[in-house]
């Protein structure tokens, strides 16, 4: 069974550009959160969502960042006009339902030039 | 508000050496605490889900155990392969939040 799988592993940006993170969770598992990790600090917890919905996107900033788990293929998270504090590592993390053990990817590590 | 704290930031120990890493938490209605294990580049690793008061699980060298307000993992007799960032995370909420704490960075020489 294959693992959250995430891409691209490392995305450079220069200030103003969009960058698009994309997640796909573990066979089965129809729950998807997104954490951020500054650098120094633990990880965040951004949105929730499940298939075509967002349940919880209380810590995603109001301007720039989007997200979306549509009914087929992976979920997304957008950051549109990325700035220089956008650079940290973003995880994607897939929950079995009745379960409540999240499983992490391997993060994408995005850079604001 | 949630608040998850581990102590210490970083812990250096000699091969063999035994410890203990805290977690302490202030949350409201906790579902579950969670460790997992971090490596350099890579995504947090399940380790431990704990659900009360008193529950201990173990895996290896590796003893996580509860109380009402911290959690402590215990490390028998490491190796240099343990050393990773160790996070600890609280589940709370109806919509499976997970809270982390900031981490301990382990270091195991040999």
């Known amino acids: 069974n294959a693992g959250v799988m995430q891409n691209p592993r490392h995305l450079v940006r220069r200030r103003g550009q969009e960058a698009r993170l994309r997640c796909s969770p573990m066979?089965?598992?129809?729950?998807v959160y997104w954490y951020r990790q500054l650098p120094e600090e633990g990880l965040k917890f951004m949105v929730y969502?499940?298939?075509?919905?967002?349940?919880?996107e209380s810590g995603m900033p109001k301007e720039r960042f989007s997200a979306e788990f549509p009914k087929e293929g992976p979920s997304i998270l957008r950051i549109q006009q990325v700035v220089r504090g956008d650079s940290a590592a973003y995880f994607c993390a897939s929950l079995l339902n009745r379960d409540e053990t999240q499983y992490f990817g391997p993060g994408t590590r995005l850079l604001v030039l | 508000e949630d608040q998850v704290t581990q102590s210490p930031e970083a812990l250096r120990l000699q091969e063999g050496e035994s410890s203990s890493l805290n977690c302490s938490y202030t949350v409201s209605g906790l579902r579950g605490l969670f460790w997992y294990r971090q490596d350099p580049g890579k995504g947090p690793e399940f380790l431990f889900t704990?659900?009360?008061a008193g529950e201990e699980k173990e895996k290896e060298r590796l003893k996580a155990t509860l109380t009402k307000k911290e959690s402590f993992l215990h490390i028998t007799a490491p190796k240099p392969e343990d050393s990773a960032t160790y996070l600890c995370?609280?589940?709370?909420?109806?919509?499976?939040?997970?809270?982390f704490g900031k981490g301990i960075t382990l270091s195991v020489r040999p």
């Open positions: 995370a609280v589940l709370t909420g109806a919509n499976s939040k997970l809270t």
């Open positions: 704990l659900y009360s």
């Open positions: 066979k089965g598992h129809s729950h």
């Open positions: 969502l499940q298939k075509e919905n967002i349940i919880d």
